[in-house]
């Protein structure tokens, strides 16, 4: 495993976010869902899609605290422009399980 930098580190800017609504997406190669997901007033409102189906409905996910990559550029998904990349961890089916603060926290708050 390549080590990096803390200031790598700093590069990647993860932070809170709320999915403020979720709809499923069909025409993509796998199947996904689009998010769009508040980040505060400093952020705002952002949108992406993940490969989550095999433990989230687009109903379970609106209201749902998540965490995201928010600097990286934005990137064409099928013919939806994700605009950050939602964090999580693979079950042992190969299931997305995502990553969230286990309490509530403000949107927009930075992983430290």
Excluded: C
């Excluded at 069909?26 to 952020?43: L, Q, Y």
């Amino acid at each position: 495993m390549a080590e990096i930098s803390f200031d790598d580190f700093l590069n990647v800017d993860i932070r809170a976010g709320r999915v403020t609504r979720a709809e499923p997406y069909p025409e993509a190669r796998t199947p996904a869902i689009k998010m769009w997901i508040d980040f505060g007033p400093e952020i705002g409102e952002k949108k992406t899609s993940a490969q989550v189906t095999a433990h989230y409905t687009p109903e379970s996910l609106t209201g749902k605290m998540v965490m995201a990559v928010v600097n990286f550029p934005p990137r064409q998904i099928g013919k939806f422009m994700s605009e950050v990349l939602v964090l999580g961890v693979s079950d042992p089916e190969g299931g997305i399980v995502l990553v969230a603060p286990d309490q509530d926290v403000p949107p927009g708050g930075r992983l430290h």
